[in-house]
């Protein structure tokens, strides 16, 4: 059974565009996340959930609006996509951080936009 | 600003060998650290940590050691093997927060 699964595993999309990206996880956990790798491949956390509710907001464009609909989902959705989303999207879930800090990440999201 | 470092963007070890790969921080608020591998086109999967209250933590052929004066971590990968060729990641938290911050990333190639 896949823990962390995230649709679709490659998007590719036009400017201006709007796009979702879903992700499930079937551990149990209270807390998911959303991270970006772009092209230089940093891994920078854009947002975090815990008990479906935002609890880390980065300096993300608004455009990029984060929904959980229960603790077991997160989805992330893109408005008007730009040149410079394109990159791989992981989604992550753990524990609360007194039970265990190792996070458990999705397969990534390709998003390419052109 | 990055405050977890990782300077080795790459490293090739002959299998049987030692691999040894390097993470810097500047965060003295750090408390918890952790390694992550990463196979191409797949998510990273945490391989080990370490809390600031120990120096030493191993798991099988994994060892990550600790020095909180230098801000320095390391991952001791002995012997190592051609599956361990992966991208290695280190991070770091601090106790309570969500919040984990990535280095760049350490390319190991394990040869045959």
């Known amino acids: 059974d896949t823990a962390v699964s995230q649709t679709p595993k490659y998007l590719v999309t036009q400017m201006g565009n709007d796009k979702s990206i879903k992700c499930e996880q079937n551990l149990g956990h209270d807390t998911m996340y959303w991270y970006k790798q772009d092209s230089k491949k940093f891994l920078k956390i854009m947002f975090s959930y815990n008990n479906k509710e935002l609890i880390i907001n980065e300096t993300v464009p608004n455009r990029f609006s984060p929904k959980s609909p229960d603790k077991a989902h997160l989805n992330l959705h893109i408005n008007s996509l730009e040149l410079g989303d394109s990159a791989v999207y992981f989604c992550?879930?753990?524990?609360?951080?007194?039970?265990?800090?190792?996070?458990?990440f999705g397969p990534g999201t390709r998003l390419t936009v052109t | 600003d990055q405050q977890v470092k990782q300077n080795s963007p790459s490293l090739s070890v002959q299998e049987g060998r030692i691999s040894i790969l390097n993470c810097d921080y500047t965060?003295?608020?750090?408390?918890?650290f952790l390694w992550y591998k990463k196979y191409p086109a797949e998510g990273p999967t945490f391989l080990i940590s370490?809390?600031?209250?120990?120096d030493k933590n191993e798991d099988g052929r994994f060892t990550v050691f600790l020095n909180k004066s230098a801000k320095h971590l390391s991952l001791h990968i002995v012997p190592s093997q051609p599956g361990d060729s992966a991208v290695y990641f280190c991070a770091a938290s601090s106790s309570g927060t969500y919040k984990y911050i990535f280095g760049t990333g350490t390319r190991l190639k394990v040869l045959a």
């Open positions: 992550a879930s753990s524990q609360d951080p007194g039970q265990g800090p190792e996070q458990y």
């Open positions: 370490i809390s600031s209250i120990k």
């Open positions: 965060n003295s608020m750090f408390d918890y």
